[in-house]
C-alpha cells in the first residue's frame, strides 16, 4: 500500500519548536510499524487548520490522486477544523487515515 503523510501545526512557535510536529510523527510512525507500506513522500506545514488552501495539504492531496495513495495524518484535526472541508475531501476520492 501507498501512503502520503501529512503533518501540520499552526503556529510559527509550534513549528520552530518541533514538539507538535514530532508527537504527529511519532504517531504516524505507531501507525506503519504494524502493516507492510511505501511512504512516498511526507508534506509538513506551519499553517491555520481553517485555511483550506493550504499549498502543502494541496501538494498532498495532488499527490494522493496521482499516485493512488492514501493520505496519513496523526489526528483529524490535522486535517482541518471545518466538517464541510473533510466532507469535501471524501467525495473528491482521497482516501485518508487518521
Given at each position: 500500500?501507498?501512503?502520503?503523510?501529512?503533518?501540520?501545526?499552526?503556529?510559527?512557535?509550534?513549528?520552530?519548536?518541533?514538539?507538535?510536529?514530532?508527537?504527529?510523527?511519532?504517531?504516524?510512525s505507531?501507525?506503519?510499524?504494524?502493516?507492510?507500506?511505501?511512504?512516498?513522500?511526507?508534506?509538513?506545514?506551519?499553517?491555520?487548520?481553517k485555511?483550506?488552501?493550504?499549498?502543502?495539504?494541496?501538494?498532498?492531496?495532488?499527490?494522493?490522486?496521482?499516485?493512488k495513495?492514501?493520505?496519513?495524518?496523526?489526528?483529524?484535526?490535522?486535517?482541518?477544523?471545518?466538517?464541510?472541508?473533510?466532507?469535501?475531501?471524501?467525495?473528491?476520492?482521497?482516501?485518508?487515515?487518521?
Amino acid at each position: 500500500m501507498k501512503y502520503v503523510v501529512y503533518v501540520r501545526v499552526s503556529t510559527n512557535k509550534q513549528g520552530e519548536s518541533g514538539l507538535g510536529l514530532q508527537s504527529q510523527r511519532d504517531a504516524v510512525s505507531n501507525f506503519f510499524a504494524s502493516r507492510p507500506h511505501e511512504i512516498l513522500n511526507t508534506y509538513t506545514e506551519v499553517e491555520s487548520g481553517k485555511r483550506a488552501d493550504r499549498p502543502e495539504l494541496l501538494k498532498a492531496l495532488e499527490e494522493c490522486k496521482r499516485r493512488k495513495a492514501v493520505l496519513v495524518i496523526a489526528k483529524l484535526d490535522r486535517l482541518g477544523r471545518n466538517l464541510a472541508f473533510i466532507a469535501n475531501l471524501m467525495e473528491a476520492g482521497v482516501e485518508f487515515v487518521c
